[in-house]
């Protein structure tokens, strides 16, 4: 398994949202909830190491593939048997919430999808929406349709920003989560960044 000096190098230092920093606190969040829950620790910690690797890929919505492949090709290199690689690299494909084609069946994928959330969510959760839509170009203050509001469809030309976001996905992590640990660490996180996203959509003048 890498070791993390060696991960840091597989990410880049401009990336806020899904750079080292957050490799960083998903890696402490697996080694946390995997103890409580009894996973299998290595495997779980090299797959929080090398989940967001983006490889040979540009299309962020294919990042899991593209590092799944990578973890394969650096575990092969490392000796590690093909079972071991195999539930590592299970893990990192099922770790995406907007793709359910391959969803975390052991429970060390149910860990790493558990850590990867819950720093999507409470205070760095916030910031780090904010820094995706800056980094996007996105309007970052722009409101949601009332359209979307009702259907949760965009009308023609609205993009998705910080607020669909929070309607869209953040406010529906802590229903996705698997285990028993992650569920308790993320009920404190919900509840600011509720309270957070409740302040901004009514200051941008569509929810209150």
Aim: glycine letters at 6%; proline letters at 3%; charged letters at 30%.
């Amino acid at each position: 398994m890498p070791t993390i000096e060696e991960a840091r190098g597989f990410y880049p230092d401009d990336d806020h949202v899904h750079g080292f920093s957050h490799i960083l606190r998903v890696y402490r969040l697996c080694e946390r909830i995997g103890r409580q829950e009894n996973a299998d620790l290595t495997i779980v910690r090299a797959a929080a190491l090398l989940h967001d690797v983006e490889g040979d890929v540009d299309v962020r919505e294919e990042h899991h593939l593209a590092a799944a492949r990578f973890a394969e090709k650096t575990l092969i290199m490392e000796g590690w048997s093909e079972e071991a690689i195999k539930a590592v690299v299970h893990c990192i494909r099922a770790h995406r919430f907007r793709d359910d084609s391959e969803k975390p069946q052991t429970l060390e994928a149910q860990v790493l999808f558990d850590a990867d959330k819950i720093d999507a969510i409470g205070a760095v959760g916030v910031a780090r929406a904010v820094a995706y839509a800056v980094r996007a170009g996105m309007d970052v203050y722009a409101p949601p349709s009332e359209l979307y509001l009702s259907t949760g469809e965009l009308e023609p030309g609205e993009s998705q920003t910080v607020a669909h976001e929070y309607l869209f996905k953040l406010c529906h992590i802590i229903e996705r989560l698997f285990t028993p640990s992650g569920r308790s660490l993320a009920a404190d996180r919900h509840e600011l960044m509720v309270r957070f996203f409740e302040g901004w959509l009514e200051e941008i003048g569509e929810y209150s």
